[in-house]
């Protein structure tokens, strides 16, 4: 799937789009990158995709 990830800097909060002005929040995705998962905010109005920095480290290790 093609499409572009837009990089926006995080402040106190991430609710509103910065491309529509949409209000009520975010889907989110997961976009696995080697051994990082990228945590990608998608706008339920207009679709554009959102990085905001967070990233999941994969961990192999099972815990107990």
Do not use: A
């Not at 799937?1 to 975010?26: L, T």
């Not at 967070?54 to 815990?63: F, P, S, V």
């Amino acid at each position: 799937m093609n499409y572009k990830i837009i990089k926006v800097q995080m402040e106190n909060e991430f609710k509103i789009c910065p491309s529509c002005g949409y209000e009520d929040g975010f889907h989110t995705m997961l976009k696995k990158e080697g051994h990082v998962m990228r945590w990608l905010f998608i706008c339920p109005s207009c679709q554009n995709i959102f990085d905001i920095g967070q990233t999941l480290k994969e961990n192999n290790e099972i815990r107990s």
